[in-house]
C-alpha cells in the first residue's frame, strides 16, 4: 500500500489537480452538511469534521429515473436514465464507505442492478479518517475502524498540519497521478504518527454491542412483549431508515400523463404503515413494535444470513438522530438480556 503526504494548505490545490471529473464533497449549507457536487472548490465550504452527513445518495439516489417516456404522435419514445459520469466522492467516512460493500451483494445478487452498478464503476472514493469519533459511534462492535480502508480507493488521515494519504487500489492511485506536485513521500515518522491516531481514536470509542451470534438469537425473541415496550416511544418518522447508509428499501412509480411520464425510484423506508400495506387492505406489520422489530431483524438475521454482512456499520446516526432517543445498542442488548432470562 502506498503512502504520500499533503500538506493542508494545498488542500484546494490538489482537488483541483484531480483532473476534469465531477467532484461530491461534504459541504456546509444553510447551518447543515450534505455530500453535494463542488463546482468551485475555492468557494465552496467543505466540512471534514462533521459525521452527520451520509453520502449513500451518490451511488443509490432518493428519487433516480430509470427512464422516460414521450407521446411523439407516431408512437412513444422511450429514453434510458442518464449515465453517471467519473465522480469522486471526498471526505467519506471509512464506515460508509464499508456500506457500499455492505450493499454491493444487494444489487448484484441474483438480477444485477445496471444503475446501481454504472455508479459504483464510475465512482472513486476518497475517505477521510475519523479522528474525534461521536458518543455515538460503535464501528468496532460491527469489524469496522475509525481508519479502515474497506471500500476505499484512498483514505487521508489528519496528523496535525497534513494529511496521511494512503493509496488502497488502482483506481485509486490512477486518481492521484496528477497530484504528484502536492504529495510528498512519507517519511516512517509520519507513517507512525498515522497508527497513532488511529489508535486514539479506536480509544475514544466507548459504545460497544455484543453481536456474537445475534442472527441466531434475534428469532427465539420474535414473539416476546419486548417489541410493544421498546416501540412505545417511536412515531414512525422514519429518521432512521432515511440516514442509515446501509438502508435500501425503495419504490417504485409512474408520473406523469399519456403523453409523457417517467418511471422513478424512490426511497421508501419499512418504518411506515404504507410499505408493507397490501392492496386487500391487510398489512403483516400492523403496528409500529412489528416494524422496529422487523427492522432489527433484517439488519442482524435476515441481511447477514442472505448476503454474508451485517446491514449496520456502527456509525449511530439512527441514535443520534431519533427524536425520541430509540437506541439500537439498547434493543440489541435487551434481546440478550431476555435471552438469558
Same mark, same amino acid.
Given at each position: 500500500m502506498d503512502t504520500v503526504i499533503l500538506h493542508k494548505e494545498n488542500l484546494n490545490e490538489f482537488l483541483k489537480s484531480l483532473g476534469d471529473i465531477r467532484l461530491v464533497a461534504p459541504v456546509a449549507e !444553510? *447551518?447543515?452538511?450534505? @455530500?453535494? &457536487?463542488?463546482? #468551485?472548490?475555492?468557494?465552496?465550504v467543505i466540512v471534514l469534521d462533521d459525521y452527520t452527513a451520509s453520502p449513500k445518495k451518490v451511488m443509490f439516489p432518493q428519487t433516480e429515473t430509470l427512464f422516460s417516456f414521450k407521446n411523439s404522435g407516431a408512437g412513444f419514445d422511450t429514453a434510458a436514465g442518464t449515465h453517471p459520469p467519473v465522480t469522486v466522492v471526498f471526505g467519506i467516512r471509512p464506515c460508509d464507505a464499508k456500506a457500499f460493500t455492505v450493499l454491493d451483494p444487494l444489487f448484484s445478487q441474483d438480477k444485477e442492478d %445496471? =444503475? =446501481?452498478?454504472?455508479?459504483?464503476?464510475?465512482? /472513486?472514493? &476518497?475517505? !477521510?479518517?475519523?479522528?474525534e469519533p461521536t458518543n455515538r459511534c460503535f464501528c468496532p462492535s460491527v469489524g469496522g475502524s475509525p481508519g479502515s480502508t474497506e471500500g476505499l480507493d484512498v483514505l487521508l488521515t489528519d496528523i496535525g498540519d497534513e494529511y496521511h494519504?494512503? /493509496?488502497?487500489?488502482?483506481?485509486?492511485?490512477?486518481?492521484?497521478? *496528477?497530484?504528484?506536485t502536492v504529495l510528498l513521500d512519507a %517519511?516512517? #515518522?509520519?507513517?507512525?504518527?498515522?497508527? +497513532? &491516531? &488511529?489508535g486514539r481514536s479506536l480509544a475514544k470509542i466507548r459504545r460497544q454491542v455484543d453481536l456474537k451470534m445475534m442472527h441466531e438469537i434475534l428469532p427465539g425473541v420474535f414473539e416476546h412483549d419486548m417489541w410493544k415496550e421498546m416501540a412505545e416511544k417511536c412515531i414512525g418518522c422514519g429518521i432512521c431508515t432515511y440516514n442509515c447508509p446501509t438502508c435500501h428499501c425503495f419504490d417504485i412509480q409512474d408520473e406523469g400523463s399519456t403523453a409523457t411520464g417517467r418511471r422513478i425510484r424512490v426511497w #421508501? $423506508?419499512?418504518?411506515? %404503515?404504507? @410499505?408493507?400495506?397490501? $392492496?386487500?387492505? +391487510? !398489512?403483516?406489520r400492523p403496528d409500529r413494535s412489528a416494524r422496529l422489530r422487523n427492522r432489527m431483524m433484517h439488519k442482524f438475521t435476515y441481511y447477514p444470513t442472505n448476503m454474508g454482512h451485517i446491514g449496520c456499520v *456502527?456509525? *449511530?446516526?439512527?441514535? +443520534?438522530?431519533?427524536?425520541?432517543?430509540? #437506541?439500537?445498542?439498547? /434493543?440489541l442488548t435487551r434481546v440478550r438480556e431476555v435471552i438469558n432470562e
Open positions: !444553510n *447551518g447543515k452538511t450534505r @455530500f453535494e &457536487v463542488v463546482e #468551485d472548490v475555492d468557494k465552496a %445496471p =444503475y =446501481y452498478k454504472e455508479k459504483r464503476e464510475s465512482t /472513486i472514493l &476518497v475517505g !477521510n479518517a475519523c479522528t494519504v494512503e /493509496i488502497v487500489t488502482d483506481k485509486g492511485k490512477e486518481l492521484l497521478k *496528477g497530484s504528484e %517519511p516512517k #515518522d509520519k507513517r507512525k504518527a498515522k497508527e +497513532e &491516531v &488511529v #421508501d $423506508a419499512c418504518m411506515y %404503515p404504507e @410499505f408493507t400495506l397490501h $392492496a386487500s387492505g +391487510e !398489512n403483516p *456502527g456509525c *449511530g446516526r439512527c441514535i +443520534e438522530l431519533c427524536p425520541v432517543n430509540i #437506541d439500537l445498542i439498547e /434493543i
